[in-house]
């Protein structure tokens, strides 16, 4: 059964820090490319970073370059975003998931994506 497991979202104050996790089992670890997307209240649903489990090449969107990194624990399965300096705009459902293959050159395609896991709630106050 494949799963992805999102955790670390929680309530935190403008320039401050989160490490989100996302744990993936049941599918081929190094053979995918694992994306963050986040989804804020009323909006569509955002591709954040990406990387290859293959060479450990990223992607990062504009909004979050130099605020957020995203790295990969191939031994434990689990991909990790640090986001630093937080902002009341970065307030969303963040959300792993999966893709056969390396990261796109333009990001992480929700359409593309072969498996997901439920979010978990990052809430930036100003």
């Known amino acids: 059964e494949v799963q992805l497991q999102a955790s670390g979202g929680g309530l935190v104050q403008a320039g401050g820090s989160l490490r989100l996790s996302c744990a993936a089992s049941?599918?081929?670890?190094?053979?995918?490319?694992i994306g963050w997307f986040r989804q804020a209240p009323g909006k569509e649903r955002e591709g954040v970073s990406c990387?290859?489990?293959?060479?450990?090449?990223?992607y990062n969107a504009d909004s979050v370059k130099g605020r957020f990194t995203i790295s990969s624990d191939n031994a434990k399965n689990t991909v990790y975003l640090q986001m630093n300096s937080l902002k009341p705009e970065d307030t969303a459902v963040y959300y792993c998931?999966?893709?056969?293959?390396?990261?796109?050159?333009?990001?992480?395609?929700?359409?593309?994506?072969?498996?997901w896991g439920k979010g978990t709630l990052v809430t930036v106050s100003s």
């Open positions: 998931a999966a893709e056969y293959g390396p990261c796109n050159d333009y990001g992480p395609d929700y359409y593309g994506m072969d498996y």
């Open positions: 049941g599918f081929t670890f190094d053979d995918y490319s």
């Open positions: 990387i290859s489990s293959s060479d450990g090449s990223t």
